[in-house]
């Protein structure tokens, strides 16, 4: 079954560079997500990678994919208080996603 | 944009009362799911449906039901309410694919005591 990792806290300085790293275990993986939730509310889904692609652009979002060590990473440039919330990776599996437990980052002004 | 729409952002219910958590989706969905989310357990699965009448349990069903009567709604049932059942409660809809892009869209979550 699919398992994903993600550590659990970030703090960050309001227009640094932010990096959240996740580990997942099923190579057969088509596609794998970053959503985001702010406070009270449910998840926004931020964007994707397709397993055959290294990396993905999205205006302040990159994410980078290494599928021989099953790890994903997205990386938030000049991080604005706005980003402030959890973010949590998910990678799909058989019609339904798993889920790591999330990584809260606080954005420090 | 997808819609998903949960009757409850707030609901206190007490210990053994049958409690119904509705789900709404504007999108045609074929798959809608129900998660609950905890502090640091993430988010876990209670149960899914692939259509209409359909329902698959999740990771947790224990002490949960769910009805899909129709395609659009999805509900969650707790048969006789527990304390350890307060919980955040998501709902989630996504097209069908196995192979394809098919992102599942949050409602705003239902924030459930059970007192």
């Known amino acids: 079954g699919e398992d994903v990792e993600q550590s659990l806290f970030l703090s960050v300085r309001e227009g640094d560079s932010s990096v959240i790293n996740c580990t997942y275990t099923?190579?057969?993986?088509?596609?794998l997500y970053w959503y985001k939730q702010e406070p009270g509310a449910g998840l926004q889904l931020l964007t994707y990678?397709?397993?055959?692609?290294d990396m993905k652009q999205d205006q302040r979002l990159t994410v980078l994919l290494n599928k021989k060590d099953k790890h994903l990473s997205l990386r938030i440039a000049d991080t604005q208080t706005g980003d402030s919330a959890i973010y949590f990776c998910a990678e799909k599996g058989n019609n339904r996603l798993a889920f790591g437990k999330g990584n809260q980052v606080v954005v420090i002004p | 944009d997808v819609k998903v729409t949960q009757s409850s952002r707030y609901l206190v219910k007490r210990t053994g009362e049958k409690v119904f958590l509705e789900c709404v989706q504007d999108m045609d969905h074929e798959n809608m799911f129900w998660y609950r989310q905890d502090p640091g357990l993430g988010l876990r699965l209670i149960y899914f449906s692939y259509d209409v009448k359909m329902k698959e349990k999740g990771d947790i069903p224990e002490g949960y039901s769910v009805s899909r009567e129709k395609k659009e709604r999805f509900s969650l049932i707790l048969e006789s309410a527990s304390t350890n059942q307060t919980s955040m409660y998501l709902c989630?809809?996504?097209?069908?694919?196995?192979?394809?892009?098919?992102?599942?869209?949050f409602g705003d979550g239902t924030r459930l005591s059970i007192l």
């Open positions: 989630a809809s996504s097209l069908a694919g196995v192979l394809s892009n098919q992102p599942q869209h």
């Open positions: 990678i397709f397993s055959n692609m």
């Open positions: 099923d190579s057969s993986s088509t596609y």
